[in-house]
């Protein structure tokens, strides 16, 4: 069956220091694939998107890799504020044959960044 | 144009009523999804529009959901006879299709949701 997942643990860390997120899939082959930053009560916000033939992408303090191979990917956020606490959620292109009808969200991973 | 909007914020209602939900999404954006959302969780897809055209349903969407995007513009999200079960955060979102069979990333840009309480 097709799976996404993320840590469904929160992640703690210290101000300052670099958070890495997971997202790994199975039973998909994404075009492409996005990362959404929500916070409690709103709704989710687009951060950035990766294509299956990009390695890396990189926007102001975060980066995206995406290794088709293993079925991953990372989020990082470097030098982390406590204004970046939030969920945030893996999407995917689910729909057929790419044409980029339908994404599929992982649970997400909250973060909590402290002083 | 500020974004998507939807409408209302919150409602609660008993069991059994029907409940409708409107959603103005950003105006050059040809398309308008649904998704939901409980908590914990990331949101699940019910429905998608290109212009008024509704070309997927999701298998989890009942016979008492349906959705509408009359002119192709704002859609609107009913439920009916409600059930505790459907109690979430209904969230609609848009986005722009390019033409020709471009390539599209499909981007979404989300609207604040509406909450459904149903005692």
């Known amino acids: 069956s097709q799976k996404i997942e993320q840590n469904s643990e929160a992640l703690n860390i210290q101000e300052g220091k670099t958070a890495t997120l997971t997202c790994n899939y199975t039973?998909?082959?994404?075009?492409?694939l996005q990362w959404y930053r929500q916070d409690p009560g709103r709704g989710p916000v687009f951060l950035l998107l990766?294509?299956?033939?990009?390695k890396e992408k990189r926007k102001e303090r975060l980066k995206v890799t995406f290794d088709t191979t293993l079925k991953q990917s990372l989020f990082h956020i470097t030098a982390s504020q406590p204004a970046d606490s939030a969920t945030y959620l893996c999407?995917?292109?689910?729909?057929?044959?790419?044409?980029?009808?339908?994404?599929?969200f992982g649970t997400g991973t909250r973060l909590q960044v402290t002083l | 144009d500020t974004g998507v909007s939807q409408d209302p914020r919150h409602k609660i209602t008993k069991r059994g009523q029907n409940v409708t939900f409107r959603c103005d999404p950003i105006?050059?954006?040809?398309?308008l999804y649904w998704y939901r959302q409980t908590l914990g969780q990331g949101p699940e897809f019910l429905t998608y529009?290109?212009?008024?055209?509704?070309?997927?349903k999701s298998r989890l969407l009942s016979d008492r959901f349906s959705a509408e995007r009359p002119k192709g513009s704002f859609s609107t999200l009913e439920i009916q006879r409600t059930e505790q079960g459907d109690s979430a955060m209904y969230l609609c979102?848009?986005?722009?299709?390019?033409?020709?069979?471009?390539?599209?990333?499909?981007?979404?840009?989300f609207g604040e949701g509406s909450r459904l309480t149903v005692l």
């Open positions: 990766i294509r299956e033939n990009e």
């Open positions: 039973n998909y082959s994404p075009a492409y």
């Open positions: 105006s050059e954006h040809n398309r």
């Open positions: 529009f290109q212009n008024e055209a509704q070309l997927e």
């Open positions: 999407a995917l292109d689910s729909s057929v044959a790419g044409t980029a009808s339908k994404l599929t």
């Open positions: 979102a848009s986005s722009f299709r390019l033409a020709g069979g471009l390539t599209n990333t499909g981007e979404l840009f």
